[in-house]
């Protein structure tokens, strides 16, 4: 069974640029999370899916972070503009329906913003 | 949503039993206790997760007594690649993982 792919593994930008992180879930999984993990932290829950709809946005910062699920499949992450602090791992997650158990990360995207 | 506490960190040597505790005094009745592993540069893995009493599988054993308001997460025999953060949680009923800081685990030779 293929994992939560995320791409792309690295990245670097200037404060103040745009960014895009991708998510393509395990397949079949209705419920999807996106966490940002600051070096030391545990990983904080940005926001999650329920297919396409949302179910948590409360800790995405909306002025700047925006996510969709489209037809409740992949799903991306973007930061616009940037700031030095948002430097982190962004972690996707995939989970097979409500209720369920285990969930299952993937890599995760290293951003460091300049 | 149930708050854990666990320690912070942790050594041990290899070869040993690991006991790592985790309190979580405000579980809700139907909240389940999940651990979950993370090495560097990866992504958390799940490990485990138990309602009450003793949960067993090929990497760990979870312990939770009765009144349930804390859990232990037991490593049998741990190796320098058991060296990871341990996350200790309980997923209320909207499904919302929310990690703490977690236990940093230093297997020392």
């Known amino acids: 069974e293929a994992g939560v792919a995320q791409s792309p593994r690295y990245k670097i930008i200037e404060k103040r640029q745009s960014v895009a992180f991708w998510c393509n879930p395990i397949?079949?999984?209705?419920?999807l999370y996106w966490y940002q993990q600051i070096l030391g932290q545990g990983p904080k829950l940005l926001i999650q899916f329920q297919n396409n709809g949302v179910v948590d946005d409360s800790q995405l910062p909306k002025d700047r972070f925006s996510a969709e699920r489209l037809k409740g499949v992949d799903s991306t992450l973007k930061i616009q503009p940037a700031k030095l602090e948002d430097s982190a791992v962004y972690l996707c997650?995939?989970?097979?329906?409500?209720?369920?158990?285990?969930?299952?990360f993937g890599q995760g995207t290293r951003l460091t913003v300049v | 949503l149930a708050k854990t506490t666990q320690p912070i960190s942790m050594d041990s040597y290899e070869g040993q039993e690991v006991n790592i505790t985790c309190s979580h005094n405000n579980i809700a009745t139907n909240d389940y206790i999940t651990w979950y592993q993370q090495f560097p540069s990866q992504g958390p893995r799940f490990i485990i997760q138990?309602?009450?009493t003793k949960v067993t599988n090929e990497v760990a054993s979870l312990f939770i007594p009765a009144d349930r308001k804390s859990s232990t997460l037991s490593l049998p025999r741990v190796s320098l690649s058991d060296t990871a953060v341990y996350y200790c949680l309980a997923p209320n009923r909207d499904d919302k993982i929310i990690f703490g800081k977690g236990t940093r685990l230093h297997i020392l030779p």
């Open positions: 997650a995939s989970r097979p329906n409500r209720g369920g158990t285990e969930a299952f």
């Open positions: 138990g309602y009450k």
């Open positions: 397949s079949g999984h209705a419920t």
